[in-house]
């Protein structure tokens, strides 16, 4: 879905005249994400997963983060596992092949030729643009 199709228009008028027939905080947010993935799905559904998935691990790293019981220890390690899942998941998207195609010409210097592994790795859409959005919140929770 493009921003210059009329589809857009139309889902962007059902979005916005639903987001404000809502009468409470809490159902506009629920909306909004909703919508927010169903956007993203426009493009291809088979990202929605990860999409989701990054969501569920902040959502959840940020629940642990505002306990005021969790200790420094745990608030620390808490923020180590949304690092790890949401910058793994875009190093894995970006420089998968690159690391790949890196490991076949060292090995072809090396006098060791390999086969060439190429996994046909398709970039989603915004994945750097929403894995920093949720990074940050994560840091911002955690720095109180």
């Known amino acids: 879905m493009i921003f210059t199709e009329f589809r857009f228009l139309l889902f962007f008028a059902i979005v ?27 493009w291809d559904w088979r990202f929605l997963s990860l999409i989701i998935g990054s969501t569920l691990v902040d959502y959840m790293v940020g629940l642990q983060l505002g306990k005021p019981e969790t200790s420094p220890r745990a ?25 790949a195609d ?7 210097w090396l006098g060791l030729p390999i086969n060439s592994v190429t996994l046909g790795i398709v970039l989603p859409v915004g994945i750097s643009f929403y894995t920093f959005q949720t990074l940050s919140y994560s840091i911002d929770i955690y720095r109180g």
């Open 102 to 108: 890196s490991a076949v010409g060292l090995f072809g």
């Open 16 to 42: 916005f005249g639903i987001y404000w027939a809502l009468r409470s905080n809490g159902q506009r947010k629920a909306w909004i994400l909703i919508c927010s993935y169903v956007f993203y799905g426009a």
């Open 75 to 99: 608030r620390r390690s808490w923020l180590l596992v949304s690092l790890c899942v949401n910058l793994g998941a875009l190093a894995f998207f970006k420089y998968a092949n690159f690391f």
